[in-house]
Every structure is written in C-alpha cells, then in structure tokens.
Antibody, heavy 119, light 112 residues
Framework: EVQLVEAGGGLVKPGGSLRLSCAAS????????MNWVRQAPGKGLEWVSS????????SYVDSVKGRFTISRDNAKKSLYLQMNSLRAEDTGVYYC????????????WGQGKLVTVSS | QSVLTQPPSVSGAPGQRVTISCTGS?????????VHWYQQLPGTAPKLLIS???NRPSGVPDRFSGSKSGTSASLAITGLQAEDEADYFC????????????FGGGTKLTVL
C-alpha cells in the first residue's frame, strides 16, 4: 500500500523558517517525481514544487522561488521542503504527492501538514 | 483567479445526477492535455477520482465518470449519495506557465 506521511509543520513567525518532510513507503520511491501541493485555509489547491526521480529537474511556483528548496533522499525514501523567509500568505496545509508523468495526475497524497505563519 | 474555472457549488438530491464543469483554454485543456479530478472529503486530503479524462482508479465507483471536449471537461456523478458530499477539483497541465500543474478553484457538492 502506498503511504506518504508528512511531518514538520507548525506555527512560525513571518520571516522564519520551517522544514517539511515526507516519508514514503509501499512503492519504489526512486522511480517517481515527487511534489508539494498546498491549500490555504478555505481555498483551493496550488502546486508548489516538483523534483524528478533523480533530482535533476526541479521547479517551483513563482511565489516561492528563492525562498523554498525542495530535495529528496532516495536512500531514505524521503522528500523535503525547506521553507525560508515565510510570509503570512504561505499559511496552509502542505501535501506531498506522487506524480507518474509530466502531465499526469497526482496519484497519491499524504495526509497534509498545517503551516501557520503568524506573529 | 484559477487557470481552470469551476462553478463554486452544485447540489442534488440523493439518486440524482450532477455534473461539474471545468473550463480551460488553448494552452491547457484545449492543447490536448489530460484533465484529472480529485475528491476532497471534509477534513481530509484530496484523493484521485478520475485520471486521464475518464479513467477511474481502482476502488472508485462507476457512478463517477469524466469527459473532455475542446477547452472544457466535466465530471458526472450518477446515483448521488450522501457520502459524495465533498469538494471536487479539476487539474491539468498548462504549457504556457513556468509552473504548469494547474488546478480549478474547486466545486462544493451538496447532497440535499
């Protein structure tokens, strides 16, 4: 059974940093592109970042470029999102999600972790 | 403002059929990219409901179906059940954007 379990959310002040992690199991982690998708309170879904299976291809939504860094450790079957210079508008639930193909669906999702940026 | 447009809400009585539309443009749905649909039950993570326009993952009831035409797509739910009350999101790929994975704003389905 495919499982994605996020950890590391919480409350942080504007300008602060937080690191999210996502532990994968039940599939060959090193074969898949992994993603972070977020959802602001009461709002829709927004893709945040993607990293290819071998970490060569990395992309970010414009609003987080230069502030967030995605990475992965295939040996540990883990995905990470380092979030720096956090802003109030970064508040929301962050989900890790597996994607098979470039234009493919986000097939499996973690349960999500709440990140709250507030003074 | 979402790249893909969905109605904010739809409703239907148990047993009825409802449809949810997802309107895009020539750089996403109209360019031939697949549309995927997700169901988000209250307080839970999104779950893939329909992939590749009209394919149901294992375990998804055949009451759910998808279609695509031109720059739009639709999700149909037949035999509406109380447990279908949820938010539904469409998603596609937009070749004109640096961050090409785009979602609709979501549609809240209320079962009357």
């Amino acid at each position: 059974e495919v499982q994605l379990v996020e950890a590391g959310g919480g409350l942080v002040k504007p300008g602060g940093s937080l690191r999210l992690s996502c532990a994968a199991s039940g599939f060959t982690f090193s074969s898949y592109t992994m993603n972070w998708v977020r959802q602001a309170p009461g709002k829709g879904l927004e893709w945040v970042s993607s990293i290819s299976s071998n970490s060569i291809y990395i992309s970010y939504v414009d609003s987080v470029k230069g502030r967030f860094t995605i990475s992965r450790d295939n040996a540990k079957k883990s995905l990470y999102l380092q979030m720096n210079s956090l802003r109030a508008e970064d508040t929301g639930v962050y989900y890790c999600a597996r994607r098979w193909a470039e234009a493919g669906a986000f097939e499996y999702w973690g349960q999500g972790k709440l990140v709250t940026v507030s003074s | 403002q979402s790249v893909l447009t969905q109605p904010p809400s739809v409703s239907g009585a148990p047993g009825q059929r409802v449809t949810i539309s997802c309107t895009g443009s020539s750089s996403n749905i109209g360019a031939g990219y697949d549309v995927h649909w997700y169901q988000q039950l209250p307080g839970t993570a999104p779950k893939l409901l329909i992939s590749g326009n009209n394919n149901r993952p294992s375990g998804v009831p055949d009451r759910f179906s998808g279609s695509k035409s031109g720059t739009s797509a639709s999700l149909a739910i037949t035999g509406l059940q109380a447990e279908d009350e949820a938010d539904y999101f469409c998603q596609s790929y937009d070749s004109s954007l640096s961050g090409p994975w785009v979602f609709g704003g979501g549609t809240k389905l209320t079962v009357l």
